[in-house]
């Protein structure tokens, strides 16, 4: 079991990524009825969640090319307060307006997903202090905790909305205690990346000194990793049509679906999501890193285009429960691929530009998905246009890089 090997900090990496899909996973279920409960439409709603999307990736692409130059430790405790305040701005104000420029500034996450600075940082952090053989495994491991977080964060949101609603508490008062929980969330964050030690930093040495100045700081491995985060920009466009915010909208839309049922679902979910990651690294040791990447993937997206075809509320959770059970197998994957085709001092950067890509290409989507759910007619839509642009990309993505396997495989 590969965590077995971790350090204390690696175990407090891991804790970081627990506290902070929580946070993620709880917001997700309720971020789109508190914001039209607030009063936005559907497609204000999507303009917010691009913009949103938007300044995550600004200040993902700042923090993280800088992190391996200035302190990655400090760029973690920057991304949690900014992930804090935009909490608070959220649960604090009904204006458009801040309501924008908090997501703009702060870090918001609409998908359960990772957004921000932290993921990349924390990836060159965590194969800083692990064997480079583990990698795949301990990585394999990090996506079940997050997983598993996100299922606890969406389960437990909806029981906590319920809750206070059967205690007579209004819908958007309720949604908005998830709110102030998330901005709490983001100082707990902070304090635990403060507790990291020097041993999680870039090594220091001459060569990385001048590696830093290349541009976006990376240096041999610029080429393969820009045409990587093409790749990953389209199969985050297509993913961003459908993220759980608004996934879990269009369940409430269709059947009905209340928070409490909708956190139960999606937790059911992100524990399959979890669990199919552990065989990530067993598929990824028999077939290489590339072929596990596609060919687990290929076939959960045609299971997306599938769920709003299903007649019945207990078909479609379960054609998303199927999804699900494949759709994250990629992911330690792609993640161990990205960190074995640069050197030490540029993983930080190689992380967040391909993590960048991969939320400008989300951010994109919500504006075009939201102007797809104002129209009761084309709710579904969205889920056929994601699952045709993913398989897209994997098969470019084979194409280009089937080829090209990472040193020792």
Known sequence: MPPRILTTNGLLLF??????LFSYGALSIVLVLYLTGLGLSESQTGLLLTLTLLGDTAVSLLLTTQADRFGRRRMLIVGAILMAAAGVTFACTRNFLFLVLAG???????????VGPFLAIEQAALSQ????????????????????ATAAGSLSAGLLTHA??????????????????YAGLGLVLGWLFHRLSPATEAPRDSDVASDARTLLGLGSARSVVLRLAGLFALDAFGGGFVVQSFAAYWFYLRFGVDPATLG?????????????ALWASRLAARFGLVRTMVFTHLPSNVLLILIPLMPTLPLAILVLLLRFSISQMDVPTRQSYTMAIVRPEERSAAAGITGVARTTGAALAPVFAGLLFAQP?????????AGTLKITYDLLLYRAFVHLPPPGE
Do not use: D, H, Q
Not at 15 to 20: C, L, N
Not at 104 to 113: A, D, K, M
Not at 129 to 148: D, E, H, Q
């Open 15 to 20: 804790v970081t990524r627990a506290v902070r």
């Open 104 to 114: 703009t500034i702060g870090v918001i996450s609409p998908s359960g997903n990772e």
């Open 129 to 148: 202090v692990i064997p480079a053989s583990a990698r795949t495994g301990v990585f394999a491991w990090y996506a079940l905790t997050g997983a598993l």
């Open 164 to 181: 206070l609603e059967r205690a007579a508490v209004p819908a958007i008062a309720s949604e908005r205690w998830i709110i102030f929980m």
């Open 264 to 276: 139960g679902i999606f937790f059911g979910a992100n524990v399959f999501a979890g669990v199919s």
């Open 377 to 385: 007619a084309l709710i579904s839509v969205p889920f056929f246009i």
